[in-house]
């Protein structure tokens, strides 16, 4: 199976993964062939895999152990979650190997993490923040580095992590191997490629920034005010599949959440507010199916790998809108089909606007008519019947769905017009004990 080991591929058989992506076809060669590598895929295509079985297949082809706080190959994550569920999917697939893995990101004990650096690690899996924090404290050594990932690169760039890596670069060995994989293509990603690559080959199997053609999107215009009591409408839809709901603000989330709870749903909510275990408690309970509904802000749009997710609502409309395309990907993940609802309220047709643009099309419209110039500052005010204040009103009101389809290496048509039921509150309540 491309060439790897055959306890990686055992190891994959018995996840139950047998065919490879297209980014995996394309990337997995020209790795195992000690090639720098950029590529670009979307969300949920199985970028983990694409770089994570050669750099396990070149670290068992070598011998003797990692000196002393030391790592031979690193991966560079923007966030927590997301470094986490490469860890996840890393020790998944070395299962059974003498391969080392280590984690390190920050909200949580530094101390330990020295410790666990002391013997040396083959892989170190970290955030860009928590890594110079272990440098400077002289934890870990990257001098004897010979493989370097730069995942979703694109977000590296977007929170401000470049004066991190040309710190983190340097300490790496010269002659090295670098990949660098992202979802989508801004302009600062050349300076990018051409500082840390050497000669790559560009492996591109969609167009930067377009979302999986699986995803079934929809858009409802509607009023700020009005919207929390659409998406209990529209959730209640589907009370017994998993929902990701994105707000822009942490603020804005834990408000929502409380609505949410408060209207008997089993929800929880991840942003930056909240303390990495409450974080992880969070995604666990999730993944678990003992909380269907989970409210996030952008810092889980790339670390959260659930298949069952089968709904991702945009309550606010992200800022930027690459972000968009990152929500949206965790649902329709390894192959499955997903529906993508977004909300647009009076103050946010300017970013409706810039998604659109990158999209290359319109979102189509489920419910309500479009803001007029007149009515696109107004910032959360009431009212809007007639125009998608309610599922039904303005352009009627469908409800959310669509047929599933349904792995590779890794982890939209309008209903009827209709008014949904209100929710059955005996299920998925929130145990008040």
């Known amino acids: 199976m491309l060439g790897l080991p055959p306890r990686l591929s055992a190891n994959l058989q018995k996840l139950g993964i047998t065919d490879p992506t297209p980014i995996q076809t394309q990337a997995i060669p020209h790795a195992m062939n000690g090639r720098d590598v950029m590529g670009l895929a979307q969300t949920g295509t199985g970028k983990t895999a694409a770089f994570g079985?050669?750099?396990?297949?070149?670290?068992?082809?070598?011998?003797?152990?990692?000196?002393?706080?030391?790592?031979?190959?690193?991966?560079?994550?923007?966030?927590?979650?997301?470094?986490?569920?490469?860890?996840?999917?890393?020790?998944?697939?070395?299962?059974?190997?003498?391969?080392r893995i280590a984690l390190v990101v920050g909200g949580v004990s530094i101390n330990a993490q020295i410790q666990k650096l002391q013997r040396g690690t083959d892989l170190l899996v970290a955030t860009p923040g928590r890594l110079i924090d272990l440098i400077d404290r002289r934890a870990v050594r990257l001098d004897q580095t010979e493989f370097l990932v730069l995942d979703e690169a694109d977000q590296m760039l977007d929170l401000g992590f470049i004066h991190a890596l040309r710190r983190i670069a340097p300490l790496l060995r010269a002659e090295r191997q670098t990949m660098l994989f992202s979802a989508t293509m801004p302009k600062q990603m050349s300076e990018l490629s051409s500082a840390y690559l050497t000669n790559p080959v560009r492996v591109e199997t969609a167009p930067p920034g377009k979302p999986i053609e699986k995803i079934e999107q929809s858009l409802h215009f509607v009023a700020q005010a009005q919207k929390t009591g659409m998406l209990i409408e529209h959730l209640d839809l589907h009370r017994e599949e998993a929902a990701l709901v994105f707000s822009r603000t942490k603020h804005g989330a834990e408000k929502l959440l409380k609505s949410l709870n408060n209207a008997g749903y089993a929800a929880a909510s991840v942003h930056g507010n909240k303390s990495q275990g409450q974080r992880d408690r969070a995604l666990s309970s999730f993944k678990s199916g003992d909380v269907?509904?989970?409210?996030?802000?952008?810092?889980?749009?790339?670390?959260?790998?659930?298949?069952?997710?089968?709904?991702?609502?945009?309550?606010?409309?992200?800022?930027?809108?690459?972000?968009?395309?990152?929500?949206?990907?965790?649902?329709?993940?390894?192959?499955?089909?997903?529906?993508?609802?977004?909300?647009?309220?009076?103050?946010?047709?300017?970013?409706l606007r810039d998604i659109q643009k990158l999209l290359g099309k319109e979102i189509p419209v489920a419910s309500g008519a479009s803001w007029a110039p007149s009515e696109d500052t107004s910032r959360g005010k009431s009212g809007g019947r007639g125009r998608g204040g309610r599922p039904g009103g303005g352009g009627g009101g469908g409800k959310p769905g669509g047929a599933r389809r349904g792995q590779g290496f890794g982890g939209g048509a309008q209903g009827k017009p209709a008014k949904a039921r209100r929710p059955n509150r005996s299920r998925n309540r929130v145990n008040a004990a």
């Open 292 to 351: 269907m509904v989970l409210v996030a802000t952008d810092v889980a749009a790339r670390g959260i790998d659930i298949p069952s997710v089968r709904y991702v609502y945009n309550y606010d409309l992200p800022n930027v809108p690459d972000n968009y395309v990152h929500r949206i990907g965790r649902t329709a993940r390894a192959g499955r089909e997903g529906t993508a609802i977004a909300y647009c309220a009076p103050a946010e047709m300017s970013e």
């Open 53 to 99: 079985l050669p750099l396990l297949t070149a670290i068992m082809r070598m011998e003797g152990r990692p000196e002393a706080k030391t790592a031979r190959g690193l991966i560079l994550a923007p966030t927590r979650e997301l470094a986490k569920q490469i860890l996840d999917n890393l020790r998944a697939y070395a299962d059974g190997t003498a391969v």
